[in-house]
Nanobody, 125 residues
Framework: QVQLVESGGGLVQTGGPLTLSCVASGRSFSSYAAVWIRQAPGKERELVAA????????YYADSVKGRFTISRDNAKNTVYLQMNSLKPEDTAVYYC??????????????????WGQGTQVTVSL
């Protein structure tokens, strides 16, 4: 079993930065691809960033490309999402999810093995 705990969410002004962390516990995280998925009220779930198990391959949704960076430190069992130039439309609950695969998941409906509880990000005008 792997438990994922997100942190780093909060209230930030438009244009500001925020970094989310997702810490895995229970077993080694290094064989899992990891993603950040967000969901805003009334909107569909969106996969914003993904990293392969090694961190060598990444994926970004067009809506965040150039502004968000996903990274991981397998020694610390942690995945990060650095968010810059935040916009009000980035407001959502952000979830970390993981799946044991060599592939790079890009679908928010993929069958992820583990999910975190989510962290709220609110971007004010």
């Amino acid at each position: 079993q792997v438990q994922l705990v997100e942190s780093g969410g909060g209230l930030v002004q438009t244009g500001g930065p925020l970094t989310l962390s997702c810490v895995a516990s229970g077993r080694s995280f290094s064989s899992y691809a990891a993603v950040w998925i967000r969901q805003a009220p009334g909107k569909e779930r969106e996969l914003v960033a993904a990293t392969s198990w090694s961190g060598r391959n990444t994926y970004y949704a067009d809506s965040v490309k150039g502004r968000f960076t996903i990274s991981r430190d397998n020694a610390k069992n942690t995945v990060y999402l650095q968010m810059n130039s935040l916009k009000p439309e980035d407001t959502a609950v952000y979830y970390c999810a993981a799946v044991a695969t060599l592939r790079l998941p890009t679908d928010p409906s993929y069958e992820y093995d583990y999910w975190g509880q989510g962290t709220q990000v609110t971007v004010s005008l």
